[in-house]
C-alpha cells in the first residue's frame, strides 16, 4: 500500500454477506468516531449485527483501483487488521518490514490485541476472577478509542485522549482513572512503558462514607424475618463483602474463640480479595444465633439460596440476591427516601425486553440502601474499638490509607455537646 499520499485513501471495513436472493455482497461497517465498529453492518443505511455475515474485508483505492484484503471473521480481529492497515496507510505506523530493520521484533512490536490478551492471562494467573472481569472491561473499553496497532506505538497523547474520550461518555471520574491505570499496566507488562507528566493525572473527589444509623437500624431488622435479621446482622458484626458473606461456611465459624474467618472456597472457585484469609471478633449473642441456625441447616452454607420448589434434594447454592433481599426489607420497613426513580429493562421473551418504570416509593429500588453500606456502618463503630491497624486487619485492606478514610469516625462522642457548651455558642445567644 503507497503510503506517500495520505488524503489519496482511506482504509475501510466491509462484511461480506448474502443478501435475499442468495448473491453475495459488500456491506459497510458503521463508523464511531474516527474508526470503524464491526460489531454492527450497515444494510440500506440502517445498522444490524455482524452475526450472521461472512468474512470482514479491509477496502481501500491505491493508484485509482480498489483493492480488498482479507481481514477476519470476528470484530476484534477485524477491527485489529484495521487499526494496522489504517497505521501504514497513513504512516503513523511503519511497515513489517521497517520495523524488523528497525530492530523491533518481539514484545516491543506486539500488537495491541495480543498485547492484551497476554497481559489478560497473566491477570487469570495471579489474581481473583473479578479483577479479571474488571481489567477486561476496562481494556476493551480502552481498545475502542485507540486507532494504532502496535504497543510500542502507544504514547502520551494516546492516553489523554482516553482521558478525554472517558469525559465525553460522561463517566465517573475514579473509573477513567482506572481505566488508564490498567492500559498503563498492560504497556508495561509487554515492555514498554509511557511517561505521564505530573499533571496529566486529573484529580478526584472522594465520596463521603454513608453508614446506617442507629435508628434506620432498629427500623430495619424489625422489619426482617428471623433468617433475614441473621443475615444482616452477620454484615453488620463482621464488616464482610457481600461475596465473603454469600460464600460463608459453617466451618468457618470458631464458637470457643468467638471469632468468624474468610477463607478460600476452591470448589466455587472463591477467593477473598488480594488472597487475604483473615478473622474477626463477633459478640457472643451473633454466634448464639448463628449456633441454633447451624442445627437445622442441611448445608455447608451459612445463607445458601432458598431450596429447589419441587426437587427436595437439590438443596439451595451460593445466595446471589442478597442485595435484592436488603432492599425489600428497607421499602418494608418504610426506610426509602422516595427520590429514587428511573426505569429497568424487563425480559418478557427470548426476543422481547420492555422498559418499566419505577420509583422507591413504592418499588425495592431505593439508592440508599445496598450491602457495602453495612461494611462502612462496621468500620465506622469498630475503628474505636479496634484501631487503626486493628481494623485494616479485620477488614482486609492491602493499604492502610484505604482504612485511613475512616479516622474521621473516632473522637465524636460528646462533640455536639461540648459545640453547645463553648464560649462561640454563647456569643450567638
Known amino acids: 500500500m503507497d503510503t506517500t499520499d495520505t488524503k489519496s485513501h482511506r482504509v475501510n471495513l466491509t462484511q461480506k454477506r448474502k443478501t435475499e436472493t442468495g448473491q453475495w455482497q459488500f456491506y459497510p461497517v458503521q463508523r464511531s468516531g474516527n474508526k470503524p465498529d464491526p460489531r454492527l453492518i450497515l444494510i440500506d443505511g440502517e445498522p444490524a449485527s455482524w452475526k450472521g455475515g461472512g468474512a470482514f474485508y479491509l477496502d481501500w483505492r491505491e493508484d485509482g483501483k480498489r483493492t480488498r484484503k482479507k481481514a477476519g471473521k470476528a470484530p476484534r480481529e477485524a477491527l485489529d487488521a484495521w487499526r494496522k492497515a489504517a497505521g501504514v496507510a497513513n504512516g503513523s505506523i511503519p511497515a513489517d518490514e521497517t520495523e524488523k530493520n528497525e530492530g523491533t521484533e518481539g514484545k516491543t512490536s506486539i500488537s495491541i490485541q495480543d498485547g492484551v490478551k497476554q497481559y489478560l492471562e497473566a491477570v487469570a494467573a495471579?489474581?481473583?476472577?473479578?479483577?479479571?472481569?474488571?481489567?477486561?472491561?476496562?481494556?476493551r473499553w480502552?481498545?475502542?478509542?485507540?486507532?494504532?496497532?502496535?504497543?510500542?506505538?502507544?504514547?502520551?497523547?494516546?492516553?489523554?485522549?482516553?482521558?478525554?474520550?472517558?469525559?465525553?461518555e460522561e463517566l465517573n471520574q475514579k473509573t477513567i482513572n482506572k481505566r488508564v491505570t490498567v492500559v498503563l499496566n498492560m504497556v508495561r507488562h509487554n515492555d514498554h512503558d509511557?511517561?505521564?507528566?505530573?499533571?496529566?493525572?486529573?484529580?478526584?473527589?472522594?465520596?463521603?462514607?454513608?453508614?446506617?444509623?442507629?435508628?434506620?437500624?432498629?427500623?430495619?431488622?424489625?422489619?426482617?424475618?428471623e433468617d433475614e435479621r441473621l443475615l444482616f446482622q452477620v454484615f453488620l458484626c463482621t464488616g464482610f463483602r457481600d461475596k465473603e458473606v454469600a460464600h460463608l461456611m459453617w466451618s468457618d465459624?470458631?464458637?470457643?474463640?468467638?471469632?468468624?474467618?474468610?477463607?478460600?472456597?476452591?470448589?466455587?472457585?472463591?477467593?477473598?480479595?488480594?488472597?487475604?484469609?483473615?478473622s474477626v471478633n463477633v459478640p457472643r449473642s451473633l454466634l448464639d444465633s448463628l449456633k441454633k441456625r447451624?442445627?437445622?441447616?442441611?448445608?455447608?452454607?451459612?445463607?445458601?439460596?432458598?431450596?429447589?420448589?419441587?426437587?427436595?434434594?437439590?438443596?439451595?447454592?451460593?445466595?446471589?440476591?442478597?442485595?435484592?433481599?436488603?432492599?425489600?426489607?428497607?421499602l418494608r420497613a418504610g426506610l426509602n427516601c422516595g427520590h429514587c426513580s428511573g426505569t429497568y429493562t424487563v425480559k418478557r421473551s427470548k426476543t422481547r425486553k420492555e422498559k418499566v418504570l419505577f420509583s422507591c416509593k413504592t418499588d425495592p429500588r431505593?439508592?440508599?440502601?445496598?450491602?457495602?453500606?453495612?461494611?462502612?456502618?462496621?468500620?465506622?463503630?469498630?475503628?474505636?474499638?479496634?484501631?487503626?491497624?486493628?481494623?485494616?486487619?479485620?477488614?482486609?485492606?492491602?493499604?492502610?490509607?484505604?482504612?485511613?478514610?475512616?479516622?474521621?469516625?473516632l473522637g465524636g462522642d460528646g462533640v455536639k455537646e461540648k459545640v453547645e457548651a463553648s464560649d462561640l455558642a454563647k456569643l450567638i445567644r
Open 126 to 139: 495471579t489474581k481473583g476472577a473479578e479483577t479479571h472481569r474488571s481489567y477486561k472491561t476496562c481494556l
Open 194 to 225: 509511557i511517561k505521564l507528566k505530573k499533571g496529566d493525572w486529573p484529580k478526584t473527589t472522594e465520596k463521603p462514607i454513608e453508614v446506617y444509623t442507629e435508628e434506620e437500624m432498629q427500623k430495619f431488622f424489625a422489619a426482617c424475618a
Open 142 to 168: 480502552a481498545e475502542q478509542h485507540i486507532t494504532k496497532h502496535l504497543v510500542y506505538r502507544l504514547d502520551r497523547k494516546d492516553l489523554l485522549g482516553l482521558f478525554a474520550a472517558g469525559r465525553e
Open 294 to 330: 447451624q442445627k437445622s441447616s442441611q448445608s455447608l452454607l451459612v445463607f445458601p439460596s432458598a431450596p429447589h420448589p419441587t426437587r427436595k434434594a437439590y438443596g439451595g447454592g451460593i445466595d446471589k440476591h442478597m442485595l435484592e433481599t436488603c432492599k425489600e426489607i428497607a
Open 366 to 409: 431505593c439508592e440508599r440502601w445496598y450491602l457495602h453500606k453495612w461494611r462502612h456502618t462496621y468500620a465506622s463503630h469498630m475503628i474505636g474499638v479496634l484501631g487503626l491497624k486493628g481494623l485494616q486487619l479485620a477488614m482486609g485492606h492491602k493499604d492502610i490509607a484505604t482504612t485511613s478514610k475512616y479516622l474521621h469516625f
Open 253 to 278: 465459624i470458631d464458637y470457643r474463640l468467638s471469632k468468624i474467618m474468610v477463607t478460600a472456597k476452591a470448589e466455587h472457585e472463591f477467593s477473598p480479595k488480594s488472597y487475604e484469609i483473615r
